[in-house]
């Protein structure tokens, strides 16, 4: 079971980008999989996520501006992300709950495996 984590890069306020996790190893799609982000110096808060079913949890700071989203096809999990402010600077992992679940949750203790991360960092 591996997940790998990338799309990351450096991006003007205002700007997009797509994050992708990839997956070996496992499908994808009965599970929960969640993004998560850490800044510097702060503890690791969740973003978003989507479980087995597709029921997507986010939290404010990602309403209206991130997406999470599955292709099946290709084992992938994007987050998609508009309107980014300097305040979404951080690294991103997404992680996997290897359990089946019809509902997810943004608590660390949910998920079993995680990506690497891939730094975010969105300044002027």
């Known amino acids: 079971v591996q997940l790998q984590a990338s799309g990351g890069g450096s991006v003007q306020p205002g700007g997009s980008l797509r994050l992708t996790c990839a997956a070996s190893?496992?499908?994808?799609?009965?599970?929960?999989i969640a993004w998560f982000r850490q800044a510097s110096g702060k503890e690791r808060e969740g973003v978003v996520c989507i479980s087995g079913t597709d029921r997507i949890l986010e939290t404010e700071a990602a309403k209206g501006r991130f997406t999470i989203s599955r292709d099946n096809a290709k084992n992938i999990v994007y987050l998609q992300m508009n309107s980014l402010k300097p305040e979404d600077t951080a690294t991103y992992y997404c992680?996997?709950?290897?359990?089946?679940?019809?509902?997810?949750?943004?608590?660390?203790?949910?998920?079993?495996?995680w990506g690497q991360g891939t730094q975010v960092t969105v300044s002027s």
């Open positions: 190893g496992f499908h994808l799609r009965p599970h929960s």
């Open positions: 992680a996997v709950d290897v359990d089946y679940k019809s509902t997810c949750r943004l608590a660390m203790i949910e998920y079993d495996n």
